[in-house]
């Protein structure tokens, strides 16, 4: 019997290459143990067959930004818990080689507003997540708002610019009719609540709220309760 060693060190003796480069092979996900991907490079082998992709690239991994579709009545961590390959979307366009370190340690960017569905950004990419904290303020979200009861006559304009909350004005607000029963808000700077106080303020009362954008990145039809990764040229 072959005694037990890590992964690394049996890649090393068997392609050969250095250690260093046996584990950035591994954590790319390059490596099959017995036809199955093992990302730890301490993972121990004795017997098993060990496999390096013929397209291996010692390039190292990316930190990934993923973009989720929260469904009506589940919260963030739920959300963070259901991110894995089986709930990733069928027509994730972006090409991104699916890796299970994509999923450790995300940060989630902008919150939504209290008791909405929607577009949910979780990354490892400092660069995002300094993006998204440091422009709340002054990124664009767009939400889709279903309500009930009737608009005043000067309700629309009210809603566009004239409210207050919280004992402060509110900016400019884009809000238009989606259709009979919808609303369209783009707005910067959501406060929690401000959505629901402003549709409560001219006499609606919402039934539901769905955000679909973030700056320029859209949900587009990313289905409930699946998630893709934000692509190589998207940008917030």
Same mark, same amino acid.
Request: charged letters at 30%.
């Given at each position: 019997m072959t005694a037990p060693v890590r992964l690394?060190?049996?890649? $090393?003796?068997s392609? !050969?290459?250095s250690r260093r480069e046996a584990e950035l092979y591994i954590a790319g996900g390059w490596v099959t143990v017995d036809g199955q991907v093992v990302e730890e490079p301490q993972f121990m082998v004795s017997q098993q067959k060990v496999e390096l992709h013929p397209e291996a690239s010692l390039t190292p991994v990316e930190p990934a930004t993923?973009?989720?579709h929260l469904m009506p009545g589940m919260?963030?961590?739920?959300?963070?818990q259901l991110i894995c390959a089986d709930t990733r $979307?069928?027509?994730? !366009?972006s090409g991104i080689h699916l890796l299970k370190q994509h999923f450790i340690r995300l940060t989630q960017g902008i919150p939504l507003e209290r008791n909405a569905s929607g577009l949910l950004v979780f990354t490892r990419d400092w660069h995002v997540a300094r993006k998204l904290k440091d422009d709340a303020a002054?990124?664009?979200?767009?939400y889709v708002v279903e309500v009930a009861g009737e608009l005043p006559a000067d309700g629309l304009r009210l809603l566009n610019h004239g409210l207050s909350f919280n004992g402060r004005a509110l900016p400019p607000v884009k809000v238009s009719w989606q259709n009979e029963t919808r609303l369209r808000f783009a707005l910067k700077g959501v406060q929690p609540g401000q959505i629901a106080h402003a549709c409560k303020s001219v006499g609606l009362q919402v039934l539901a709220m769905k955000r679909l954008r973030i700056g320029r990145v859209s949900m587009a039809k990313l289905p409930p309760g699946q998630w893709r990764y934000l692509m190589p040229h998207e940008r917030f």
């Open positions: 690394a060190k049996r890649l $090393a003796e392609v !050969p290459c993923i973009l989720f919260d963030a961590n739920a959300a963070q $979307a069928a027509d994730d !366009p002054t990124l664009e979200q767009e």
